[in-house]
């Protein structure tokens, strides 16, 4: 990937992401979301109760009866960070021998903008959720030390 | 118009699980009777794929069992009663204008209920690890247990408890006995037909199972049947129902049956599921989970990106 071109995303639809803990056999997309992949308002009141910062807040939602409890990722980037899904434009003034090699430039464009980034485990496993988020945070706080951020 | 039993708008318009309890019934309340206070627990809808699992416990005086009871009403194992009787008798137990109007005709008895909704069966006993695995045992002895001390917080002293059972008594009946000394306990298979009080809770359970499992229906033309794996009602509906990706409404079906997991992964009625996997799928397979999900080394473009990798 050569370049982001970010001029468009503000115009790219809104939508919530989800980063499940399976592996799910397709892509594409698929009409069930409406009816069964809703979050469970009612548990997210009683285990968010004594969650001050918004930021740190659960989600509950289920796949095939499997509970799963998720935070959102992106609070970690910092306030009112998003993320994005793109697809890839391949250059026009890509030679037929760059195409070839595979060398040719490609641009990322915004498709889709995710306000929150919802990163699940399992109902029983919430502790490797704490601590996936705990490295993802060490992660980035190295990586804003590294480019002097 | 007739309103449904208390026992069944606890639990309308909720994944969860909810309980309900009577008002104490005066006799008791006021100790007018030195006849000890009984108690039955019986449950319904334990085997079914559909619709909750129901919890019912039933007290009174023993001399109300004796006298009222016994000699008045037809109760017994709610499975030898038609629908129409056990409705029948249960309509008798409360408010039917619900609002506070209407005659209790069995007034001396005082009942509660939890139904544990098909969310929760599942998703506890889907759990991941399965070390974390809540079972349906369990999940039976808590509500069991939390029912009992319910009442007993609410003031009512319980003398013996006759409790239905499945499973292996005597073990069951020691922990009740622990967890509540003062209270003597009988467990027993078939205590529903051996134990009239006994008999009430079944049929308090197994009527508000039935009618939360009808309201449960999408359209009034919509036939569940029994919610029995062997019912073809049942089964009909689970095969027209299955969709590719969620399979069924979570609300309705209870995932964790050995049914359900079949015709998810064997594709039974060939609708072309998506195939899910989890990370127990892998505990023993010769493939890890970390060679599972690792990133192929070929750098294919055209393969679909996905987040596989996110944290390795």
Known sequence: MNSIDLSSSNSAKEYLGHLVPCKIRYNGPSDEFTDNFNMDNEEMEVLNNDVADESKQVYVNYIRGRKIIGQ????????????????????SDATMEEEFDNTESINAKPIATLNKLINYERDGNESRLSSELQKFQEYIELNDIIHNN | MVSLPPTVLTSLGTLHTKTYYSEIPEVIKNGVSSSPVILGVDEAGRGPVMGPMVYGISYCTKEYQDTVLIPKYAFDDSKKLTDNIRRNLFSKMYDQNGDGTGEIEIDGVGYATTAITPVDISSGMLRYPPSQNYNLNEQAHDVTMNLIQGLVEKGVTIDHVYVDTVGPPVSYQ??????????KFTVAKKADSLYCVVSVASVVAKVTRDIILEQMKSNENEILGSGYPSDPKTTAWLA??????????????????QTCQTLIKEDKHKIGMVPIEWEEDYINSKKNMSKQWTKPKTDNKKKVITLDNWFL
């Not at chain 1, 959102?72 to 250059?91: H, M, Q, R």
């Open chain 1, 72 to 91: 959102d990722v992106l609070p970690i980037f910092g306030e009112g960070s998003k993320a994005f899904l793109t697809e890839n434009v391949i250059s």
């Open chain 2, 174 to 183: 020691k922990k009740l006995e622990t967890r509540f000394p003062n209270i």
């Open chain 2, 240 to 257: 027209k129902n299955q969709k590719q990706l969620f399979a069924w409404p979570q609300s309705l079906v209870r995932f964790s049956w």
